[in-house]
């Protein structure tokens, strides 16, 4: 007389573990990855002077790694997640590779997948009129964009026709690589990349967010076919030159395959660090010495850590496989009230532009310096005027939050300050937290106290949103991914 109690208890703790969405479902997986380096001489971009890049250090790759939740013979939920050797995402390349997918996998919901760029200064251009390329030797980036689109989309159905029932687990380990680039001085100036030998210096302005998260994929056969790996720094080690170079992740991809196989798919994601970067601030005559005396430069060093960091994670998470965990993806499209210009600000670019317009009509040759300047604070003008009738002006951000198991995944399309990522992390329900930023166009999101410090990376030239956004987005995605975690209603 007592089974049949038993039974509905048994049914309601179900569905009160029940993550929103469904139950665990059998998972899914495919991988690929596609050599996106050009053909031809190309513009780089990252600097505000123009680069030619004539010779090719290291191939720059797209890498791609496409997820499917089955239950009872049927999907339920996917996610196709692409990292790119590339400075950002512009809109326009996102809806390119878009397009060009839909075309080949036809009703495939395309918004069901997101780019993001690993920051690299060294990989093509990608906005038609952020510099003046010249027209003649140098491949053009309307070119660029559409063989970059076709390329994608290709990789993307290769690895969306390649899945296979698969298992994943998720590991966490540790290696400093990023440093906070932004000095803060005894007036409470800041200054990216200021002295810190000097009397005045205080201290360094934010946290430094040295995890490395990761995600490992078998295929059924128990071969390993794809790691995430997640650093909270941008790939600007070698930023300065002008060739095409991946930076540290180049090496990073290199040596994870020589231990793990050549068929291993490297996805490597830029967690938020938009006041960090490789470049040490200080003690660098020690890290230098600890370096020759490995033999290293400092893009194999940042990749002996990082690889170790990612050989620990595995080796403590090998054997604790998944493979019936719950995929949700959701997508969301966010609206931030943008940073507003100041009448101060506004005639400080205005005074800009004119000034670089001038230089650049009395000699032609210095719009290879100036041009992206001028470009710079002519955004800023914009903004300003079309303030005037439009006061509370918004920005638009496609949101993307990816439960897989125990763990969630939530992009930006920021150069994100670290304190917003940390934010996230705390408040989030997931028993690991991977921020991804740069799945968008970019801009800097500084926290209010960078905007007090000031410099480049915290004026409002340097970024679309403020603190205000970086509030609004921080709540949305910590709600969706708590929602994620919520306990199923109990339907009467």
Known sequence: ????????????????????????????????????????????????????????????????????????????????????????IPSEVLELVRKAVRERLGDFDTRKLFLSGTHTHTAPVLLLDKYPIPREGVMQVKQYRSDLAELVADAIVQAWNSRTAASVTWGLSHAVVAYNRRAVYADGSAQMYGKTDVAAFRNLEGYEDHDVNTLFFWNDSGELTGAVVNVSC???????????????????REALRKRYGEQLCVLGWTGASGDQSPHLMYRKAADERMRKLRGLNRLDEIARRITRAVDDAYETVKNDRHADVPLIHKVETVHLPMRLVTEAEYAEAKAAVEKAAAQIEQNPEAAAREYRRMKWYETTVKRFDKQRTDPEPTYEMELHVVRIGDAAIATNSFELFGDYGIRIKARSKAVQTFVVQLAGPGTYLPTEKAIRGGHYSAVVHSSLVGPEGGDVLVNRTVGIINSLWTKSSIVP
């Open 1 to 88: 007389m007592f089974r049949k109690p038993l039974v509905m208890v048994g049914f309601l703790v179900i569905l009160l573990l029940s993550p929103p969405g469904g139950s665990a479902a059998e998972l899914w997986v495919g991988t690929a990855v596609v050599d996106i380096t050009p053909a031809e001489p190309v513009a780089v971009s990252g600097q505000f002077h123009l680069r030619i890049a004539k010779t090719v250090e290291t191939p720059v790759t797209a890498n791609v790694i496409a997820l499917e939740s089955r239950g009872d013979g049927l999907p339920r939920d996917v996610a196709i997640m692409v990292s790119c050797d590339l400075l950002y």
């Open 234 to 252: 941008p790939a600007q080690e070698v930023e300065s030159r002008s060739t095409v170079n991946a930076d540290f992740w180049h090496p990073v």
